[in-house]
């Protein structure tokens, strides 16, 4: 099955960018994933990127996929006090734990 | 438009009885997967079930088990609960028989005692 890490922890300043990694094992899917987790609710699908693509850009939001290390990332511009959340990495049916994002005013 | 709906939001059980937990996907989908998820740790993907067939299984012993309806919604059986059975059950859709794309429910909390 997949195999999928990511660090459990980053604090921002409100503004400032945020950078969430995230290393995976398996290399088989169409896509990969970011979803969001918000206290008491279900898992919101944020974004995703194409495997053969290596860069997708949405609004604030910035994926990047290196393919040869297995890396993926997701940069949140411009950080406002509602991103703090938990940001999930998915491969196929794999998520990562979950990075517990804090924005500080 | 109605998205994932799950039911119930909270369960209390104790060991040894039997749970199930219900699912209606996002309109337009056809493919349930469930999820359980322990505080503070990532989901675990538990199975998918499409065309009222499981397609894939995480792994999940045989106390869990499910059924897809014509209807595309799912059921989750979890039969024997242990207390390391306490968790939130989250069920997703998705179209197409794969795994892509996911919406999620809001889950159900389910309380082993």
């Known amino acids: 099955g997949e195999d999928v890490e990511q660090s459990l922890f980053l604090s921002v300043r409100e503004g400032d960018s945020s950078v969430i990694n995230c290393t995976y094992t398996?290399?088989?899917?169409?896509?990969l994933y970011w979803y969001k987790q918000e206290p008491g609710a279900g898992l919101q699908l944020l974004t995703y990127?194409?495997?053969?693509?290596d860069m997708k850009q949405d609004q604030r939001l910035t994926v990047l996929l290196n393919k040869k290390d297995k890396h993926l990332s997701l940069r949140i511009a411009d950080t406002q006090t509602g991103d703090s959340a938990i940001y999930f990495c998915?491969?196929?049916?794999?998520f990562g734990a979950g990075t517990r994002l804090t924005v500080k005013p | 438009d109605a998205g994932v709906t799950q039911s119930p939001t909270h369960l209390i059980k104790t060991r040894g009885q039997q749970v199930t937990l219900r699912c209606s996907p996002k309109?337009?989908?056809?493919?349930v997967s469930w999820y359980q998820q322990a505080l503070g740790q990532g989901p675990q993907f538990i199975f998918q079930?499409?065309?009222?067939?499981?397609?894939q299984r995480g792994n999940f012993p045989d106390r869990f088990s499910g059924h897809q309806f014509p209807n595309y919604s799912s059921e989750l059986n979890v039969n024997a609960l242990l207390l390391g059975d306490s968790a939130l059950y989250l069920c997703?859709?998705?179209?197409?028989?794969?795994?892509?794309?996911?919406?999620f429910g809001s889950g159900t909390q389910l309380s082993v005692l």
């Open positions: 997703a859709s998705s179209l197409g028989g794969g795994g892509e794309k996911l919406f």
């Open positions: 398996d290399s088989s899917s169409t896509y």
């Open positions: 990127i194409f495997s053969n693509m």
């Open positions: 998915a491969e196929g049916t794999g």
């Open positions: 309109s337009g989908h056809d493919t």
């Open positions: 079930y499409y065309e009222e067939e499981e397609r």
